[in-house]
């Protein structure tokens, strides 16, 4: 029975030294909750750090034993560890960068090869427990070399990887000395995902950039591995939340810490210590509304609560120093007897307190400068079930893009945020009401238990996928079967398109002549069969490249045919060229406004490239034009058609599959192999008879029967045809 690992820095487990012993609590988070329906299950794990530096073999011993009872595996890690890769790399380098705290990023060659000794210890521990075809789920930012690790080791396993940070924009990746192989090691993953799709976008923005790997509505061809890339935005659980707020306990605790505190209106505040939080900037919003608005003093006061964090860290500490003095300074300035306007807490509570103080606040006020997600404004929209309450929810969380019902805010925009302080506490019991409650019905359906059950299915259905790719994949088998086809036949032709298929894509097109090992395999291949070179090239560049060669050509899609014992190109489809010059003028519009782009015009059609231009913004003028062309075409009866870097607009009746139907008309072929890379060559593969061997080079969707990898494949299989016969 195949099981599946969960795989995280930390253990979901608390572990506590208590006179000599330790003792063991795994913890209740969100996440552990949420991922409890997988691990606990049947012969699975969860693998990661216990979260202590235990060098000494026998309380690793101990510690082993005592986590296989709670379904959990132990990677051990040394002081040094600890200090280079998780404080380190991790924290000082991962964390900040991916954060947009450049400022904060730590480029230390020390911290990246720890970072990579110890993603190798996780791998390793991980060997020791998987099986070749087990399903491992990696967890978050401190294991992004873990996927292609396992999966140089592991190669049929089932890999899925999720962050839950953010993932930055190119221009921040670019900075890091080590973007390559961090991306690299994601990619060993079949299913990545992140909290929203900006960050996903911004992830294959950079593996586009970086990898020069492109994607297809989220599927990107790593290798011969079909990866896809995905948002998962996670929930709470919510339930917990709900019911907590209305148990006894919370009610209790409630009671007491209103007592003490008298009616003040109330705003919380909840994050670990951390300069992503924008704990300072919320702090000043609080303070210019105190000094603004006089009629607040006394009726409104700010609970918060920060969670000890990184300690060690230069920045951190820093942080924690503002922070104290801004509290101090306020508070000074403004407290009465019976009166302090922020309640601040240096340390974590107990679940029902932080229950309690969440459904006894009257506001949330989430405003991190940048969070993947953030579970707390989710948190305490759950535990007001009196839906007695307002949650202003920065634009820069992950959540903001869910919960849309928030006052929304720029959390750098101190004024802002200090207008929506004020528009919570005078907002209406009825406009509170309808948006607590939108929030509510969306967190409880899409809680943390949906959450893993959609990320499940995906990686299911990425698996399935990959299968089906994998089916159509030229196996050696199948090569042996058409190389013994072709040897028995009497009379076999092949078509063979050009670029793509027999040679890779140059930046410039005129820089994709045929190499000698090409001229030396069309010509030894012309000697066996005929050969069709089938082409969207125009015919003079055609002709010109395959001069003194015997094999037959058809330019143009199918407008020029050239037979190998013919000097002369003849017409081969009819031409009517009217349309052209309207539509060139569009093209040229293009053209400006797009440094690289240029215009092919070939007999009867018009080429827009965009191979030279910057990435991503050939991509959008080409969507543009694609739009503008489709509007243009219907009034000339024209076709447009997107191709590999191109966008060409032709008439619809000329195409190769066309051509090389009448080419084979009134001929008894008795093997055909067609070869081709894109759109223009599905019409090849249409056209071909039921018993043809069809092949596309590339993993894309195809009429095919098979798929190739690239043309140095290609060049194999045809030397083994020539070597047949
Ligand atoms: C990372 C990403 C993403 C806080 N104080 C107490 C306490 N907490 C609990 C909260 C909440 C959790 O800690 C904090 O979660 P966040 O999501 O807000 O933030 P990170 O720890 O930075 O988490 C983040 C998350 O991963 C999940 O993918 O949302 O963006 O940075 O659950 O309740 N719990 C208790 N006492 C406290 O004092 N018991």
Redesign the pocket.
């Known amino acids: 029975m195949n099981k599946t690992i969960i795989v995280s820095n930390r253990l979901p487990v608390n572990l506590k030294l208590k006179s000599g012993k330790f003792e063991f609590k795994a913890s209740a988070?969100?996440?552990a909750t949420g991922l409890g329906s997988i691990y606990k299950q049947g012969e699975n794990l969860w693998i990661g750090w216990p979260g202590n530096a235990v060098e000494e073999n026998e309380l690793q011993q101990e510690i082993s034993t005592e986590l296989k009872k709670l379904k959990m595996a132990p990677v051990f890690l040394t002081k040094e560890d600890i200090e280079l890769y998780y404080e380190g790399f991790s924290n000082e380098t991962i964390w900040p960068a991916f954060h947009y705290f450049t400022q904060y990023i730590n480029y230390k060659d020390a911290y990246w090869d720890a970072y990579y000794e110890v993603n190798r210890k996780f791998c390793d521990a991980i060997l020791a427990y998987a099986e070749p075809e087990d399903t491992i789920w990696v967890h978050d930012y401190q294991l992004l070399l873990l996927p292609m690790m396992l999966r140089e080791a592991l190669p049929d396993a089932t890999i899925a990887f999720f962050q839950?940070?953010p993932f930055p924009s190119y221009e921040i990746i670019r900075m890091l000395p080590w973007r390559r192989q961090l991306l690299e090691g994601m990619v060993g993953a079949d299913l990545i995902g992140f909290?929203t799709y900006d960050d996903m976008r911004h992830f294959l923005s950079a593996v586009g950039r970086i990898l020069g790997l492109s994607n297809e509505s989220g599927y990107i061809q790593a290798d011969h591995r079909l990866v896809n890339v995905d948002s998962f935005p996670?929930g709470i659980d919510y339930d917990k939340f709900a019911n907590a707020a209305i148990s006894q306990k919370t009610l209790t605790k409630r009671k007491k810490f209103k007592d003490q505190l008298g009616g003040q209106k109330l705003l919380i505040t909840?994050?670990?210590l951390?300069y992503s939080k924008g704990i300072p900037q919320r702090i000043r919003a609080f303070d210019r509304l105190l000094d603004q608005r006089e009629d607040f003093h006394g009726k409104v006061s700010m609970i918060m609560?920060v969670?000890p964090s990184r300690a060690k860290v230069q920045s951190y500490k820093e942080l924690k120093t503002e922070i104290d003095t801004l509290v101090g300074r306020i508070n000074s300035k403004y407290s009465t007897l019976n009166w302090v306007p922020i309640h601040y807490f240096y340390r974590?509570?107990?679940?029902e307190e932080?229950s309690a103080f969440y459904s006894m606040s009257d506001i949330a006020l989430v405003t991190p400068l940048r969070?993947?997600?953030?579970?707390?404004c989710k948190?305490f929209v759950a535990s007001k079930t009196d839906q007695d309450g307002v949650l202003i929810l920065s634009e820069m969380?992950?959540a903001s893009k869910e919960l849309v019902d928030a006052i929304l805010v720029n959390p750098n925009d101190i004024s802002a945020v200090e207008q929506a302080i004020v528009a919570a506490l005078t907002m209406s019991d009825e406009e509170k009401k309808s948006r607590i409650a939108s929030m509510q019905s969306s967190l409880k359906k899409y809680d943390i238990f949906q959450w893993v059950e959609v990320f499940m299915d995906r990686l299911a259905h990425v698996k399935q996928k990959q299968q089906e790719f994998q089916s159509k994949a030229l196996d050696r088998n199948i090569a042996a079967e058409i190389v013994s086809k072709f040897k028995e036949a009497e009379r076999p032709i092949v078509f063979l398109d050009y670029d793509g298929t027999l040679v890779g894509f140059k930046s410039r097109p005129e820089d994709a002549y045929p190499d000698e090992e090409l001229l030396e395999i069309v010509s030894g291949l012309a000697n066996r069969c005929e050969v069709v070179l089938i082409s969207g090239r125009d015919k003079e560049t055609l002709g010109k490249w395959f001069e003194n060669q015997k094999v037959e050509m058809i330019a143009e899609h199918g407008v020029w045919l050239k037979r190998g014992d013919q000097s002369e190109w003849e017409l081969y489809a009819d031409v009517d060229d009217g349309w052209k010059d309207d539509i060139r003028k569009v093209m040229d519009y293009y053209v400006l406004r797009t440094p690289g782009a240029f215009i092919e015009e070939k007999h009867h059609s018009l080429v827009w490239h965009y191979r030279k231009v910057e990435s991503g913004l050939g991509d959008l003028r080409m969507r543009e034009l694609f739009s503008h062309l489709k509007y243009m075409a219907s009034g000339h009866n024209l076709q447009v058609l997107e191709g590999n870097m191109v966008l060409e607009i032709k008439r619809p009746d000329i195409n190769k599959g066309r051509a090389a139907n009448s080419f084979m008309r009134g001929n008894e072929y008795d093997f055909i192999l067609a070869l081709g890379d894109d759109w223009t060559d599905e019409d090849t593969f249409k056209a071909m008879p039921k018993d043809s061997y069809t092949i596309r080079v590339g993993y894309d969707y195809t009429q095919a029967n098979y798929n190739i990898k690239n043309p140095t494949e290609v060049r194999k299989l045809l030397k083994q045809l020539m070597g047949s016969k």
């Open positions: 988070g969100g996440l839950h940070i909290h996670m909840i994050d670990r951390d609560v969670v974590s509570f107990p679940f932080l969070d993947g997600m953030n579970l707390v948190e969380a992950g």
